[in-house]
């Protein structure tokens, strides 16, 4: 635990110390409801720590850390023919797609394709 997290457990036992002295009738009424929030702040307090000084804690997702989600649609029912319908390949395009956007690998694009079935 950091110093902080210490600092923190100890101010709120000192609170509670000073609750049952000054108010028995309601100390458990305080202690059930402070105990959350102290606990939820020092878990906060700690994975901020960790997200600051080696990149651990938080893990962040793609609107948070700047990238973009885009999703691509290809309607199967305007190819002219059928053969073309039935041989088209999502995993095929994603991967032609994914070596056009990127062909060296340097800005580590991830193209997934999705079942027609997922809406």
Known sequence: M???SLVTFAVFLAFLLLVRRSMKAFFWRITFCLLPLVVGGLITANALHRYATDGG???LGVDLVGGTILVYEVDA???Q???R???????QLASRL????DPND??????RPVPAKNV
Request: glycine share 4%.
């Open 85 to 91: 319908k039935k041989a088209f390949q999502p995993e």
């Open 98 to 101: 994914k070596t056009r956007l």
């Open 77 to 79: 029912d305007k190819f």
């Open 81 to 83: 023919d059928e053969e």
């Open 2 to 4: 950091t110093l902080v």
């Open 57 to 59: 804690g938080f893990k």
């Open 106 to 111: 340097l800005y580590n694009i991830t193209i």
